[in-house]
């Protein structure tokens, strides 16, 4: 099913959550243990991140070091089937310009339309470790409307190469937003008019980045609304965890941490009191948002579910 089916079937707001793949070599039990968890509230849908290589030095004989290109977190496909596969729950694969050519993502597609899957959010992608900007692949896409377009494309049964009746695919496409600007975009206007161009270019539904400050979502879904985008726009929610995270989030994600969160969590004599100031903080967001009526709250795990559980039991 849609995302957007499950939000216009929706009597209230709904749960979903975002998980990584494991590390190369890790078990897919221990995710599922991670998971499992969560079931008891009715996730609509879970999001599966993708990966792109990065790279590894691997000394020689000689003590030179070759540069080995390698995908840290490989399976999001597999991943997401397998979750369709065990749960019966819709899987939302991660799908990005970075490290593609426009081929390999129709071939990437076509794998997913073949198992089932009919949801996928689009993204651009960071850029490679080492690399100043984003650099896409030769045949690749620039920016994530450029592949939001190459997919509703492909829906309307129009591929690279050919055209066909026979694989109508027919994909919903989530964006990603950022409330607070992307770090690379000038301003926030300018971020919004080509989230803009995310939603003509045939995107269904928009997630935000994780904000700490509901006012920073609600002050974003009017500008939103005022610019004539009027899909539904979902709100990403992070529990803080730990210590090291109240400069680290920031400084990755560039959101503002208030200072009321930072103040108690600095209070903590340790992570574990400071992963239940976190879980709190994201009940009071929770609580609002709801109360807003927003379409679901979107939990970004990072594959672990402890907290998101706390959390959950408390809004679902
Ligand atoms: P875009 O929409 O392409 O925007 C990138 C920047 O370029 C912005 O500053 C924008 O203002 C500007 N811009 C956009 N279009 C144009 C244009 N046509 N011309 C000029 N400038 C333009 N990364 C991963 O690698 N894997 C994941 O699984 C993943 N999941 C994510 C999930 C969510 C919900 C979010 C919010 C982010 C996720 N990311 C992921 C990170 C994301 O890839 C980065 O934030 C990336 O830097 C931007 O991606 P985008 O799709 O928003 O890019």
Redesign the pocket.
């Given at each position: 099913m849609k995302i957007t089916e499950h939000i216009a079937s929706a009597k209230s707001t709904l749960f979903s959550f975002e998980i990584l793949p494991p590390l190369k070599g890790a078990s897919i039990k221990e995710l599922l243990g991670s998971i499992d968890p969560l079931m008891e509230f009715n996730p609509s849908f879970i999001d599966v991140?993708?990966?792109?290589e990065d790279y590894v030095l691997k000394k020689r004989a000689d003590g030179s070091y070759d540069r080995i290109s390698t995908k840290k977190r490989p399976g999001t496909v597999a991943i997401c089937a397998a979750l369709q596969n065990h749960y019966k729950i819709d899987a939302v694969p991660?799908l990005?310009c970075?490290g593609f050519t426009k081929e390999e993502t129709e071939d990437f597609l076509i794998d997913l339309h073949y198992l089932g899957i009919e949801n996928a959010?689009v993204?651009?992608?960071?850029q490679e470790k080492g690399e100043e900007r984003?650099i896409p692949k030769p045949g690749g896409h620039a920016?994530?409307?450029e592949l939001v377009a190459q997919v509703h494309a492909m829906n309307q049964g129009i591929l690279l190469h050919e055209e066909t009746e026979s694989l109508p695919t027919n994909f919903c496409i989530g964006?990603?937003a950022?409330p607070e600007k992307?770090f690379?975009?000038v301003s926030l206007e300018?971020?919004m008019r080509?989230l803009k161009?995310?939603v003509d270019a045939g995107a269904d539904y928009i997630?935000?980045?994780m904000f700490f400050n509901n006012q920073h979502y609600f002050d974003f879904v009017d500008k939103c609304r005022a610019m004539d985008i009027h899909v539904p726009i979902i709100p990403?929610l992070k529990p803080l965890a730990t210590a090291r995270q109240l400069d680290i989030l920031p400084e990755i994600f560039h959101l503002e941490m208030p200072e009321a969160l930072a103040t108690e969590a600095k209070k903590c004599a340790n992570n574990a009191a400071i992963k239940q100031v976190g879980i709190e903080w994201a009940v009071q967001q929770g609580k609002e948002l709801i109360q807003a009526g927003v379409p679901a709250l979107h939990f970004y795990t990072m594959s672990k579910s402890d907290s998101v559980h706390a959390i959950a039991s408390q809004l679902f």
């Open positions: 991140t993708y990966h792109r991660h990005i970075g959010l993204l651009r992608g960071d984003f920016y994530a409307n964006v990603a950022y992307h690379e975009a300018e971020d080509y161009q995310k997630v935000t980045q990403g």
